[in-house]
């Protein structure tokens, strides 16, 4: 059933809009597991009648389409106006079980949000985020999922002429850093009340119930909720190497999911300075810079919150200070965690900081994978390699074995060298990832109307964790000379 509670705040929120219809759809991929998890009866997903509504062409029963307004700092520069401009809200859908998602198509044509732009995709992106999205659910991240990838028959006009796509994108709910500064900062004030009460109804409940007589403030639970939630996913993308790419405020859902898989990437080859996005010139969202980046957000949203804070300027200051500081420290402790589990080393202790730091001077030194770097300590931990295609795949520099000796050492130490570390480091370091010249050959084929490398990636990388007879191929880093270094937003 779709419901919209979003709407009902006001059309200072969102506006009613219709899709532009398109010439000739065809599915590139349905994602059918997630689908069963809404509730979307099987025998209607792949008839005509869904396909004309997942690529704008008839609306679904229940839905009355709107676009939402919002603002946001776009490499620091504040913008007052943004908004769905390439998007679409198809409704908020309930299921059964009581959850309620946004659904969403992307590239469905314009809105009165556009500006100059034409509200449409090609295909490269809707690929890119249907891929990478979906990989990073099955990695255990919190994510926006990927529910369709459709090609449209119409040509968008980008370098030259490009099919185009509409991505049906799904998501606990879109509300942004950004939406919440353009009440706050575009507006006057005028609506965040109202804005705050609806995110932390919808997101923070739990929080909100749990939070202590002395600490009623709704504002003050959703400011924390927020600033934990989005420490821990950083946390995760910095465990597994990826790079986002844009983390403007535009660009940081209040739930807490990844969204906007423009030019993002996992990095192959290590290095802390990393940048992929073509117009990240200054490497502004370089993967170190990703939790100080997200930090900096935060505190944008703690500044839009001050008001609904307290009546007292300096205690609503106080309050908004200490939620703002959870975030370095919840950051720490989430991402010492898991670095634990990556290395097997049980707990992080302070002290592990100059071994973990050794072993990424090793990786930088030597330009060796990230992602294999990890598995193979953890076959090295688990005694084995030969189940496993690393011997070809990663040769460990003479650095990284020497390495090993001070690893070894430590986890003598503590005890840590048991059955349980080893499963946590298999559940920690993926075999397969997304990787950025994969993704490529997806889009590549699906541009010439070929969609089995997207359904095949779509596939393995699925179950990341888990060595499968193929892997030579599916696990292995690219070559340097295949190796894509920049990616574009393709807006
Ligand atoms: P993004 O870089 O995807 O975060 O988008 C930034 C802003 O530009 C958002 O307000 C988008 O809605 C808008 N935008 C991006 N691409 C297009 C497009 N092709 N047509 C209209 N608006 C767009
Ligand atoms: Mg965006």
């Known amino acids: 059933m779709f419901d919209s509670s979003y709407r009902r705040l006001g059309d200072a929120y969102s506006v009613l809009c219709a899709a532009t219809p398109v010439s000739e759809p065809k599915w590139m991929a349905f994602n059918h597991a997630l689908a069963e998890t809404m ?6 997903r792949e008839t005509d009648e869904a396909l004309a509504a997942l690529a704008g062409n ?23 106006q943004l908004g769905d401009g390439r998007a679409l809200m198809l409704g908020e859908w309930c299921t059964e079980e009581g959850k ?9 044509g314009r809105t009165p949000f556009s500006r100059g732009g034409d509200g449409r995709s090609p295909i490269g992106p809707v690929v890119r985020e249907y891929l990478v999205s979906e990989a990073m659910a099955a990695l255990g991240v919190p994510t926006t999922r990927a529910l369709a990838a459709v090609a449209t028959g119409d040509p968008v006009l980008r370098q030259g002429p490009e099919p185009g796509g509409i991505l ?45 007589a002395a600490n009623p403030g709704t504002t003050q639970v959703l400011l924390k909720g927020v600033c934990k939630r989005l420490a821990s996913l950083v946390a ?21 999911e990844t969204v906007d898989y423009g030019p993002c990437a996992f990095m192959d080859n290590y290095a802390a300075d990393r940048v992929f996005s073509s117009i990240d010139t200054g490497g502004r969202y370089a993967y170190q810079n990703q939790p100080g980046i997200v930090h900096w957000n935060l505190s944008v949203l703690a500044q839009c919150l001050l008001p609904l804070m307290h009546d007292d300027q300096e205690k609503a200051l106080q309050a908004a200070q200490h939620a703002v500081d959870l975030f370095p420290r919840h950051f ?42 990890f598995r193979w300590l953890t076959e090295v931990a688990g005694g084995n390699l030969d189940h ?16 090993l000796d001070g690893w070894r050492a430590v986890r003598k130490q ?17 075999v397969v990832i997304p990787r950025n010249h994969r993704v490529a050959e997806a889009i590549s084929a699906a541009e010439l109307g070929d969609y089995r490398v997207l359904n095949d990636y779509h596939q393995r990388w699925q179950t990341p964790y888990e060595w499968h007879a193929d892997d030579r191929l599916y696990a292995a880093s690219p070559e340097p000379e295949v190796r894509v270094t920049r990616t574009f937003c393709g807006t």
């Open 168 to 212: 049906t994108r799904v998501a606990s709910s879109h509300l942004r850093i950004g939406t919440v500064q353009y009440f706050a900062m575009s507006k006057g004030g005028d609506g965040v009340a109202e804005l705050v009460n609806h995110i932390t109804m919808r997101h923070y409940q739990e929080e909100l119930a749990q939070s202590s």
């Open 39 to 44: 509730g979307w009866p099987k025998a209607w």
């Open 414 to 430: 503590r005890n840590a060298d048991t059955e349980a570390t080893l499963e946590q480091m298999r559940k920690a370091n993926p």
């Open 236 to 256: 995760q993308w910095q465990s597994l190497g990826f790079i986002h790419g844009v983390l403007n405020t535009d660009n940081m859902l209040l739930c807490g």
């Open 388 to 403: 496993t295609p690393l011997p070809e795949l990663f040769k460990p520099s003479v650095a990284l074995l020497k390495w």
């Open 332 to 373: 720490t402790d989430v991402h010492g965690a898991l670095l634990a589990n990556k290395f097997g080393l049980g707990t992080f202790r302070e002290s592990d900081r100059e071994l973990v730091d050794g072993f990424f001077k090793a990786l930088a030194e030597g330009d060796l994978d990230f992602t294999l770097a």
């Open 100 to 108: 309620r998602l946004d659904v969403q198509l992307k590239g469905a």
């Open 58 to 80: 008839s609306t679904l029963a229940g839905s009355t389409p709107y676009a939402t307004v919002y603002a946001g700092h776009q490499f620091g520069s504040y913008n007052p």
